[in-house]
């Protein structure tokens, strides 16, 4: 699934649960943590080329860390 249609369902998803005063914020956090199983893209190491693609869709995209991602996702834009 390309970034885009992940981070729409992560908003749509958002939405059918968020009240009409927080319809926004939700949509935003929604989009967010559908986002959050990409951000393995940021492991890389300088001295192991191939680091990227080992670690690439591995945790998180695992069924187990979708609804932690997105919790810690929820947590840290509740924080802020």
Same mark, same amino acid.
């Given at each position: ?10 908003? +749509? %998803?958002?939405?059918?649960? $968020?009240?009409?005063?927080?319809? *926004? ?7 967010? #943590? ?6 393995? +893209? %940021?492991?890389?190491?300088? $001295?192991?080329?191939?680091?990227? *693609? ?7 995209? #695992? ?18």
């Amino acid at each position: 699934m390309d970034p885009v249609s992940q981070g729409a369902l992560g908003a +749509i %998803f958002a939405q059918t649960v $968020s009240n009409k005063k927080k319809l *926004l914020v939700g949509s935003i956090i929604g989009c967010l #943590a559908g986002l959050a199983p990409d951000l393995d +893209i %940021f492991i890389r190491s300088s $001295s192991d080329p191939l680091l990227k *693609l080992e670690f690439h869709r591995q945790f998180t995209h #695992a069924l187990v860390f979708i609804p932690v991602g997105a919790l810690l996702v929820t947590t840290l834009a509740t924080v802020f």
